[in-house]
C-alpha cells in the first residue's frame, strides 16, 4: 500500500493545546480531539484515540518534553516534522533548527492553497505571521513574524504593574475611551494588537513590494476576519492541512 493511502493521526502539539485529528488517506476525516497540553500523558492520548484506526502519527509540535509522551503512547511509525521533511515548499531562512514546527506546517497548508504571495496569520497564544511567495513557479518560505497574541496584551499589564488587574475579554464591542479601568484596558488590548496586526502586514508588503493574500487560522481567526480582513481566506485546520501534506510524501 502506498503511503498516502494509509490512516494517519495528525497531532498539532502547541503550548496551551495538543490538537489530534485523523486523516483518511489524502483527506482530513474531520474527528478532531482536543487536549490541554499542561494535561497531556500517555492515558489522555489513548483515550481521545480509542476507536482510531491509523497506521502513522505525524507532528508538529513546540513542546520538546511531550515527545516522550507521544513515543510512549503509540507503537507505529511516528515522525516530527521539521524542515527537511518532504515538503511541496523550499526556505530562504536563516536558522532552519529553530524554525517552529507549527509555522513550518501552516506555511506547507498556505503554499498548498496556492494563492501567492500570502501570509498565513496563526491568531492564538502568540500570533505567527508566515510569508509563502513563488520563484519561478514554486513555493519559497521566507521567514516571518512572532508576536504577542490578544490574552498576551490582555494579561501583561495585570503581570507587570501593582495595581493594574487582571481582565477578561468581553468580547469587540469595547469603546475606545474607558470610562473605567477594566474597559480602559480591554480597549488598550484590543485595539492595540488589532493595530499591531495591521502595521505588520502593512509593513511586510511594503518590504516585498506587492500585496498579499491573508490567510487566518487559530483562535483569534474570526475576530481578524471580522475587524481587519472580510477578503481574507480563513482555514481553521490550516495547520492539519500542512501536516497532512508532509505525510503523503514521506
Given at each position: 500500500m502506498k503511503s498516502q493511502l494509509k490512516a494517519t493521526l495528525l497531532i498539532d502539539?502547541?503550548?496551551?493545546?495538543?490538537?489530534?485529528?485523523?486523516?483518511?488517506?489524502?483527506?482530513?476525516?474531520?474527528?478532531?480531539?482536543?487536549?490541554?497540553?499542561?494535561?497531556?500523558?500517555?492515558e489522555r492520548l489513548?483515550?481521545?484515540?480509542?476507536?482510531?484506526v491509523f497506521h502513522r502519527v505525524v507532528v508538529a509540535s513546540v513542546v520538546p518534553a511531550c515527545r516522550e509522551v507521544f513515543n510512549a503512547a503509540f507503537a507505529c511509525d511516528i515522525h516530527y516534522i521539521y524542515a527537511q521533511s518532504p515538503m511541496l515548499l523550499s526556505f530562504d531562512y536563516d536558522g532552519l533548527d529553530t524554525l517552529g514546527a507549527d509555522r513550518i506546517a501552516n506555511a506547507v497548508g498556505a503554499a498548498s492553497l496556492g494563492l501567492y504571495p500570502c501570509i498565513?496569520?496563526?491568531?492564538?497564544?502568540?500570533?505567527?505571521?508566515?510569508?509563502?511567495?513563488?520563484?519561478?513557479?514554486?513555493?519559497?518560505?521566507?521567514?516571518?513574524?512572532?508576536?504577542?497574541?490578544?490574552?498576551?496584551?490582555?494579561?501583561?499589564?495585570?503581570?507587570?504593574?501593582?495595581?493594574l488587574p487582571h481582565i477578561e475579554f468581553p468580547g469587540e464591542d469595547i469603546p475606545i475611551v474607558?470610562?473605567?479601568?477594566?474597559?480602559?484596558?480591554?480597549?488598550?488590548?484590543?485595539?492595540?494588537?488589532?493595530?499591531?496586526?495591521?502595521?505588520?502586514?502593512?509593513?511586510?508588503?511594503?518590504?516585498?513590494?506587492?500585496?498579499?493574500?491573508?490567510i487566518?487560522?487559530?483562535?483569534?481567526?474570526?475576530?481578524?476576519?471580522?475587524?481587519?480582513y472580510p477578503d481574507a481566506s480563513k482555514v481553521n485546520e490550516l495547520t492539519f492541512m500542512g501536516l497532512l501534506h508532509v505525510a503523503n510524501r514521506l
Open positions: 502539539n502547541s503550548n496551551s493545546r495538543t490538537k489530534l485529528m485523523l486523516a483518511n488517506g489524502t483527506e482530513l476525516s474531520g474527528c478532531k480531539q482536543v487536549i490541554p497540553t499542561a494535561d497531556l500523558s500517555v489513548k483515550e481521545a484515540c480509542s476507536g482510531w498565513a496569520i496563526d491568531a492564538g497564544t502568540a500570533v505567527t505571521f508566515d510569508l509563502v511567495l513563488s520563484r519561478d513557479g514554486s513555493p519559497v518560505y521566507l521567514g516571518g513574524v512572532i508576536s504577542p497574541g490578544l490574552k498576551s496584551f490582555m494579561n501583561y499589564m495585570a503581570t507587570c504593574t501593582a495595581q474607558g470610562k473605567n479601568t477594566k474597559t480602559a484596558m480591554s480597549s488598550g488590548a484590543l485595539y492595540g494588537f488589532l493595530g499591531m496586526v495591521r502595521e505588520i502586514v502593512t509593513r511586510i508588503q511594503n518590504e516585498i513590494g506587492e500585496s498579499v493574500h491573508i487566518l487560522t487559530g483562535g483569534d481567526a474570526d475576530l481578524l476576519y471580522r475587524e481587519l
